[in-house]
């Protein structure tokens, strides 16, 4: 409700008129010890790791921008009825989330803004988002996305086996960026395989290199000490 905010993270280019959504992406990791660290803490917190790592995206946003309305976007898996497991496509709706980082909060209290935020808003998870477009009042602009400019995604070790045919995952560059920023992170078998996806009109490839180092000490400063506040959190190596 009320005026959407426009997040507007320190570009390396100036923005075009016209999104040409040409992108590319830089791969990192979480190895297993990390992730073991960051299940206990949201374990303890009575959160999911998708809410802890949520909120440690959020806190990277806001360290880069120093925005504390930010709007994230995510993709929910629409597969809810027994009759939609065998079909094959991609069942998919848009939550957007809208995170409150004001005040400086400790993470540990972002983190619980975080559960609150995701538990809210994916209950609401059915609602179409073109519905959601429809009734919300922005204004256009050809050069940015409208609602949200970032997405966070976290996905599952995916199956092994589809039938007879065995499956493997491959993770390659197309090229293209839908949004300015995007992180989407896979369960692999020794942790989770991170890939920012970028917008190359406006990051350069160093940039998000960068950033991506940032988001790996960030989570090692959480698990650390969860109750530092978000300003004070080391990003940097």
Do not use: W
């Not at 065998?86 to 993470?107: E, K, W």
């Not at 559960?115 to 009042?137: Q, W």
């Not at 995916?158 to 065995?166: F, I, P, V």
Request: charged share 25%.
């Amino acid at each position: 409700s009320g005026k959407l905010p426009v997040l507007e993270l320190p570009l390396d280019k100036s923005r075009p008129a016209l999104q040409s959504f040409k992108g590319s992406n830089a791969f990192f990791s979480i190895p297993k010890a990390l992730l073991r660290d960051l299940i206990a803490l949201s374990s303890r917190e009575d959160c999911t790791l998708f809410m802890i790592l949520l909120a440690a995206f959020q806190t990277l946003l806001h360290r880069y921008s120093g925005a504390e309305d930010i709007v994230i976007g995510t993709p929910v898996a629409q597969r809810t009825r027994n009759e939609l497991e065998p079909v094959i496509g991609n069942c998919l709706n848009i939550a957007a989330l809208r995170c409150d980082l004001s005040g400086n909060p400790t993470f540990v209290e972002l983190l619980r803004r975080s559960r609150d935020l995701t538990l809210d808003g994916l209950s609401n998870a059915d609602l179409p988002f073109e519905a959601l477009v429809e009734h919300l009042k922005f204004e256009r602009d050809a050069a940015r996305n409208p609602i949200f400019q970032v997405m966070f995604q976290l996905l599952p070790a995916a199956a092994k086996k589809l039938a007879s045919l065995e499956v493997s995952s491959l993770h390659f560059d197309l090229k293209v960026a839908q949004l300015d920023l995007s992180l989407h992170l896979y369960e692999e078998a020794d942790g989770y395989l991170g890939r920012f996806e970028y917008c190359t009109d406006l990051f350069e490839a160093e940039t998000i290199e960068r950033l991506s180092s940032s988001f790996t000490q960030l989570l090692q400063a959480v698990v650390r000490n969860p109750q530092q506040r978000i300003s004070k959190l080391p990003i940097l190596a």
